[in-house]
Structure formats: structure tokens, C-alpha cells
């Protein structure tokens, strides 16, 4: 079983930083891509970031200059590193990665973390 488990959410003020960890657990299992989607109370998830193995990103447009993706392969771990808050960006983060087992190519969800933006 290939789980991610993010981490790092919380409360904070307009104008803020968080960053949001998600390690991938498992075995037998090559990391592909990785992403972070959100979904706020009524709304369809969203992407919010993703990353390649190469290190390529695309950002939502929402977001664009205000969060970075990264990644350290070899903890099998992907960051989003939020600055400057707001209101709109509360939701529950979750992360998602392909992965490849056995030559075959699988996606895995994490259960979320909630990010709250309030004064």
C-alpha cells in the first residue's frame, strides 16, 4: 500500500505562511508526479500545484506567486510552501503522487489537512 500523509496545516491570519509536508510511505514503488489539490466546504476539489520528477510545476492561477511546490526525491516527499494568505485558500489540502509498481502506473490520494485563513 503507497499512502501519502500530509501534514503542516493549521489556523492562521490573512497575510500568513504555512507549508504543507506530504510524505509518501510504502514499498516497491517508484514516485512520478506529485500534486496538491484543496476543497473548500461546497466546492469541487481543485488543483492547486504539481510537480514532476523532473521538477517541473504548474500552478493554479489563484495562486500563482504566492505558493511554491517542491520536492525532495529521496525522502519521498513533496512541499507547498503558502505566503501571503487568504481568506479564500481555506480548505482541506490534499496531496496526491503516481507511482509506479510492477511497470504499472497507480495513483494514491492522502486523507487531507485542513488549512484554515480567518482573523
Known amino acids: 500500500q503507497v499512502q501519502p500523509v500530509e501534514s503542516g496545516g493549521g489556523l492562521v491570519q490573512p497575510g500568513e505562511s504555512l507549508r504543507l509536508s506530504c510524505v509518501v510511505s510504502?514499498?516497491?514503488?517508484?514516485?512520478?508526479?506529485m500534486g496538491w489539490y484543496r476543497q473548500a466546504p461546497g466546492k469541487q476539489r481543485e488543483l492547486v500545484a504539481t510537480i514532476t520528477t523532473g521538477g517541473r510545476t504548474t500552478y493554479a492561477d489563484s495562486v500563482k506567486g504566492r505558493f511554491t511546490i517542491s520536492r525532495d526525491s529521496a525522502k519521498n516527499t513533496v512541499y507547498l510552501q503558502m505566503h501571503n494568505l487568504k481568506a479564500e485558500d481555506t480548505a482541506v489540502y490534499y496531496c496526491y503522487t503516481n507511482y509506479r509498481r510492477d511497470s504499472a502506473l497507480y495513483g494514491s490520494w492522502g486523507q487531507g489537512t485542513q488549512v484554515t485563513v480567518s482573523s
Open positions: 510504502g514499498s516497491s514503488f517508484s514516485i512520478g508526479a
